[in-house]
């Protein structure tokens, strides 16, 4: 998340939207909100995709 997450008022009613979805809602642990937040989700695309790139290098090597 972003820095709006540390706005109380808008954190609580995100907890009561999920709440009412019946859907969970991770918040605040390891990753904290804000730059550090931001930052933890684009090395977590940049991991994925840098897998799936591997493994179709992988696959291309060994086709007849």
Same mark, same amino acid.
């Given at each position: 998340? $972003? $820095?709006?997450?540390?706005?109380? /008022?808008?954190?609580?009613?995100?907890? #009561? +939207?999920?709440?009412?979805?019946? #859907?969970?809602? $991770? =918040?605040?642990?390891? /990753?904290? &909100?804000?730059?550090? $937040? =931001?930052?933890?989700? #684009? =090395? +977590? &695309?940049?991991?994925?995709?840098?897998?799936?790139? +591997?493994? #179709?290098r992988d696959l291309s090597r060994s086709a007849p």
């Amino acid at each position: 998340t $972003g $820095g709006c997450f540390q706005n109380r /008022i808008l954190l609580d009613l995100m907890e #009561q +939207a999920f709440c009412h979805r019946n #859907q969970e809602l $991770g =918040l605040l642990g390891w /990753i904290p &909100v804000n730059d550090g $937040g =931001l930052a933890a989700g #684009q =090395l +977590a &695309v940049a991991s994925a995709l840098r897998s799936e790139l +591997a493994a #179709q290098r992988d696959l291309s090597r060994s086709a007849p």
